[in-house]
């Protein structure tokens, strides 16, 4: 059987951007997190707070570096297995990736560094300067990534000659149609995974009756952040949905699994979409309501699959379920808010064990919703690598062989087995070690300075001793 180089390819990439996609997701919404922290600690100087940074900082520093790693193998396949692409969409993409490098990375390490080690040797407003300023990095970096990704789902400000793209507008390029949507959907969902983990691991330890005090006031917080945020995450979904029915309706059609145009279309909760003979099975749906979700008309027009020509289809039933797992999701999220709400009285939100364990289970719920949303986006716009100008065989190298493909695959495969069963080794010990073994640390020892020392000050200081 001859190996498809192109489909091995796809499979690869899915694979490496997958894997690495849960760590960003993570670390943004951590990020924010422990500023808040820190910033609470400084208002209040209660040592609970502190207590909760320093725990977390270490979760955040371990997710980070396997971040880190993961993510330096997507840059080589864009040389090795789509060297068409990157040859076309050099003139702009190669300057979006380095700037993300050169205005987001560098400042997340320089400044991780204070956040890890400069807790003893900074001022405490410093120290919270230095989490603001990594959790803006993460932002930063995630801005410049989703502007590419945008671009290749909304392309502009830019045009196609002589088989290169060339920009003609940067603002137009940088922020295009699809941006804004994407960017606060990234941003919302990375808020939610945060305070999902935190109520869950929070959860854990409170059913274990371990650190209950700073436990319980981080699953407060995170709890109200849950509230807010998966309400609005709803709102911002239905907006970037209008916003994709108006610039990729085939992908909005095989979201909805409507395969003819056709007015009040219903919303299907389940269905076995057929490919091959352009149609569902087993349909059970709710009559008009897609219609009126995309549209805001009963009778409003969904555009079909069959809109286009066979080749031009995305995998139907991939993008179908894949956007019904991410929107299950999002509920459960919602249900998890109200009820976080309705135990607020008398305190039982902290002390309701079935509340508790469904938390646990629910912390790897937004995980498995960002790789959903992750493959309606990339899957639903299939056969496109650049919509409507460039598809996935065009962009393609030239000379690779399905031999070359499977043996990389393989190998990114196995490196990152490594690397994540490595990370998960650490992540398991600090989790296991908990807050407890952190009482006696520096900051109950030493004097934090009021301001940075000079080597002047410390060579007198010595000199007296």
Known sequence: MELDPLFLSRLQFAFVVCFHAIFPVFTIGLASF???????????????????????????????????VSGIVMAFQFGTNWSNFSYAGSNFLGPVLSYEVVTAFFLEAAFLGV???????????????????????????????LSANSWMQTPAGTELRDGMVHVVSWSQALINPSFIYRFSHMGLASFLTGSFVVAGVSAWYLLRKREVEANRKALSVSLWMILLLAPVQAVVGDFHGLNTLEHQPIKVAAMEGNWERSAGVPLLLFAWPDQAAQTNHLEIGIPKLASFILTHDWEGEVPGVTDVVAEEQPPVWIVFWAFR?????????????????????????????????ALR?????????????????????????????????????????????????????????????????????????????????????????????????VQFEQGGQ
Request: glycine share 10%; aromatic share 14%; charged share 10%.
């Open 325 to 357: 797992v991410m929107v299950l999701i999002g509920l459960l999220m919602i249900a998890a808010g109200l009820a976080g709400l309705f135990l607020r009285r008398g305190g039982r939100y902290w002390q309701t064990p079935w509340f508790l364990h």
């Open 115 to 145: 956040l890890l080690f400069g807790r003893d040797k900074v001022p405490a407003g410093v120290h919270l300067f230095a989490a603001c300023m990594v959790a803006l990095g993460t932002f930063i970096s995630s801005f410049w990534i």
């Open 34 to 68: 422990i500023a808040f922290l820190e910033g609470m600690y400084l208002r209040t100087a209660n040592p609970l707070w502190v207590k909760l940074s320093r725990f977390w900082t270490q979760v955040f520093a371990v997710v980070f570096g396997m971040g880190v």
């Open 361 to 457: 289970l629910m912390s790897i719920s937004p995980f498995i919703a960002v790789l959903a949303g992750w493959v309606v986006t990339e899957v639903g716009r299939a056969p496109w690598l650049i919509q409507n100008v460039m598809t996935h065989a065009e962009g393609l190298t030239p000379s690779l062989t399905g031999g070359m493909a499977l043996f990389s695959l393989i190998g990114y495969i196995t490196v990152y087995a490594v690397v994540f069963s490595a990370g998960v080794y650490y992540l398991m010990r600090v989790l296991q070690d908990g807050m407890e073994e952190r009482d006696t640390q520096a900051d109950d020892i030493f004097e934090r300075p009021s301001r940075p020392m000079s080597a002047t000050q």
